[in-house]
Structures are given as structure tokens and as C-alpha cells.
């Protein structure tokens, strides 16, 4: 079935250093979505990427979908103590559904300040 | 507005018991879905619902897990006769629909944590 892998599991960053994680779906996806859940929380929301190549900017998060519609990558600048959470890349599929969600492991973030 | 809210947060059990876990969708949303999340793992995929009719439970484990949305609104994950691999987070998630061609945002709720003795 669909795979979705996600690099590194682990990030322990200095506050202001640079943060990246990386995601890769072993199927093409229609679509790709990043959720950000902080430690003891649930999953929310942060952005849907749909085009092959787009990239797109919320703030200090900077998104990218390839050109294969098979990887993406989420970039934050100067990272802040706010940003740690674990980030979740998503990719709908199994079986041609739009709806099944199909999640990475995910990448813990910590922020030393 | 209110998000998806989800009863109990929490919930021991023990081996053997029957537990009910029961998620309200937010207004408006027909689409509901089930996810469980295990320690240091992402959403792990149940039942989706469209309305009152699960339109795709392929992610059940097995037939002790079971779920209904009798007047397409709330909905409530029953599992029978638990065992201890049930211990996780049962996570809902809701949206607006689930249309052609397109991945609506799903919006979570804060999840009930299972845990069976």
C-alpha cells in the first residue's frame, strides 16, 4: 500500500537556526498536506500543496511539493521556541480516495532557546 | 466557532471491556473520520463517514472495532472486548465533505486517550 517517509524523526535546533524536514510518498500524490501538532496536542492544519513544483509562504514556513508530485518539504527560517511540535506530512490515497489520509511519521522539533 | 470535540480525553479500562468513544463533528460538517495514533507514530487511518453511512472502514483492525453516525452528526467508535495493543489516541476529524477530485481540510479534535490495562 501507500507509503509516506519523513526525514529526519528527530530536529533539535537552536533558537534562530534554520529547520527542514523532508517527506516522500512512495505513490503520486494529488495532493500533499503538512499538519503541525504541538506535544500533548492534536494535528492542526497548516497547508495544502496541490500543483506539481508549488511552493508556498506562510511567514517563516516555506512549502514545496515537487515536480513529481511524490515529495515535499516544509522550511522554516529562525526557527522560535513557538515552532516545536511535531510536523506531519499527508498524502490522500489507498484505493484512488480522495479522502484517506495517509500520514508520515512525522518530525519532532525542539527549540533550545 | 466550536471545533470537533471529542469524550472522554481519557479512558482506562480494562482487558476484556467494552469502551465507547464519541466525537462531535463541527456544524455543517458532513464528513467525519476516525484515526488512531499511536506513541511516536502519525494518524493511522479507521472509518470515514459521509452522512450517516461509513463510506469506508478498510482501516479497522479487526471486527471488534465498529462505528456508527446514525443521524450523520455525531459519531461513536465502539470496540469490544479491548486488548492491550487498543492503548492509543483515537483521533476525529471532520469536514465540510469529501468531493471529487479534492482533499478537504480536516479539522481535529483533541482525541481520547485509551488505555487498557
Known amino acids: 500500500g501507500q507509503q509516506v517517509m519523513q526525514i529526519p524523526q528527530y530536529q533539535h535546533v537552536q533558537e534562530g537556526e534554520d529547520f527542514t524536514t523532508y517527506c516522500n510518498s512512495s505513490?503520486?500524490?494529488?495532493?500533499i498536506q503538512w499538519y503541525k501538532q504541538r506535544p500533548g496536542g492534536h494535528p492542526v492544519f497548516l497547508i495544502q500543496l496541490v500543483k506539481s513544483g508549488e511552493v508556498k509562504k506562510q511567514k517563516r514556513l516555506t512549502f514545496q511539493f515537487g515536480e513529481a508530485k511524490k515529495n515535499s518539504s516544509l522550511h522554516i527560517t529562525a526557527t522560535q521556541t513557538t515552532d516545536v511540535g511535531t510536523y506531519f506530512c499527508a498524502g490522500p490515497g489507498g484505493g484512488g480516495s480522495n479522502y484517506k489520509l495517509t500520514f508520515g511519521k512525522g518530525t519532532l522539533l525542539t527549540v533550545n532557546p | 466557532g466550536a471545533g470537533v470535540s471529542q469524550t472522554p480525553s481519557n479512558k482506562v479500562t480494562e482487558k476484556g471491556k467494552y469502551v465507547e468513544l464519541r466525537c462531535d463533528p463541527i456544524?455543517?460538517?458532513?464528513?467525519l473520520y476516525w484515526y488512531r495514533q499511536s506513541l511516536g507514530q502519525g494518524p493511522e487511518f479507521l472509518i470515514y463517514?459521509?452522512?450517516?453511512?461509513?463510506?469506508?472502514d478498510s482501516g479497522l483492525p479487526n471486527d471488534r472495532f465498529f462505528a456508527v453516525r446514525p443521524e450523520g452528526s455525531v459519531s461513536t467508535l465502539k470496540i469490544q472486548r479491548t486488548e492491550r495493543g487498543d492503548s492509543a489516541v483515537y483521533l476525529c476529524?471532520?469536514?465540510?465533505?469529501?468531493?471529487?477530485?479534492?482533499?478537504?481540510?480536516?479539522?481535529f479534535g483533541p482525541g481520547t486517550r485509551l488505555t487498557v490495562l
Open positions: 463517514f459521509q452522512g450517516t453511512g461509513a463510506a469506508d
Open positions: 476529524a471532520s469536514s465540510l465533505a469529501s468531493r471529487a477530485g479534492r482533499t478537504d481540510t480536516q479539522y
Open positions: 505513490t503520486t500524490l494529488s495532493n
Open positions: 456544524s455543517g460538517h458532513t464528513a
